[in-house]
């Protein structure tokens, strides 16, 4: 408690007061209200400082309850508490003042613990869930019953789940490579990408909603049917060589890969489309220059032609020496063919005529499985000719 004159002369306060305020002494405390305001500052708890302190709303004569301050000395800014002050004006029997008093109550326990559990509560943040209510009695007083299922882990997957979906959107859109994507239940067409557009000049109003080959892009049913044989058997497709159609009616030779994805707990296909149609025609202007070139073995050496061999059939195992049902002769004219001599020279070589020359070389042919000199020379270096010896 303090007690005030209406000169504004501090007159009493109790040790309570004192210790409310960390001072020891009335002198401390402030004799005069002027002295107190320097000594401490009061701020309410809406960080508004008052413009007339409570101990002066007491000396105006003002009566007040519950109002709660944080006070601090101006002298030792860590010294802080919180009053709860309540203003008590005492009259005369003419009316005047006879007894301004200030009561004090620490609360600064009370508002600390409120601090801490306001900082924990807003720690915790915000949570999404769903909530349902119960009208219930308990005795005879009317309540509710709420439940609460908590959704955040939902919400965080789903987040999640939309983060990838738009990741996945912008790298379909954004790659340079035809790409399709294939609904699994019906083969429908639900997107694609501009590289599509370009490479097959078909736009998407056609092409989605339809199958790839109701949009007439697979050249031949065996080659769609193989592909989608061996899609459902091992899952996926990577990099088989297809032919298919450009929207202007042109084939073009392609590498296509395909994979199951899952989108919204819907089952797609990926496919991956890309134009080798250059590559291939390359190719083909190579081979048929090597076929040339291989024409006439008799120029080059024997190390050139089994290079040439090897380019024009790459990637085969080698064989046995010992060509099966082959007659002597005929091993003969296969060994000289892969040794470069041309068929005049293996005539002579032999003491043979052209044309019989020709008609062993026929019947070498149909027992290789091959129709062509570059052919049978393949077969042959895969399978150990030439032999020691030019003779055989």
Known sequence: MILVEPDQTIAYANAAALAMHGAESLDELGPTVD?????????????HEPENYPIERVIAGETFHDVVVEVTRTDRPGVEFVHSLRGLVATDRDGNPSCLALILKDVSDQFEAEERFERTFNANGSRFVIVAGQPIEMGDEPCMLFTFADLELRRKAEAALRQSEERFAKAFRLTPIPTVLVRAEDGQVTGVNEAFSRVFGLGEDRVVGRSLEEAGLWVTSSQREAFEKRLVSEGYVLGTEVCLRHE????????VSA???????????????????????????LFDA?????????????????????????????????????TVRERQILNLICSGLSD????????????TVRNHGAALYRKLGVHRRTEAVVWGRENGFPLQGPGG
């Open 35 to 47: 002295a107190y305001r320097d000594r401490f500052c009061l701020r309410y708890r809406n960080n």
């Open 248 to 255: 202007s009616g042109a084939n073009l030779d392609c590498l």
């Open 259 to 285: 994979e199951r994805i899952t989108i919204n707990d819907a089952d797609f296909l990926l496919l991956v489309l890309q134009d080798i149609t250059e590559r291939k025609h390359s190719e083909r202007e």
């Open 290 to 326: 090597i076929e040339t070139v291989m024409a006439d073995t008799s120029w080059f050496s024997r190390g050139l032609i089994e290079k040439l061999a090897n380019l024009r059939r790459p990637g085969r195992e080698g064989g046995d020496a010992g060509a099966p049902n082959l």
């Open 344 to 355: 005049d020279a293996i005539a002579r070589k032999l003491g043979l005529s052209r044309n």
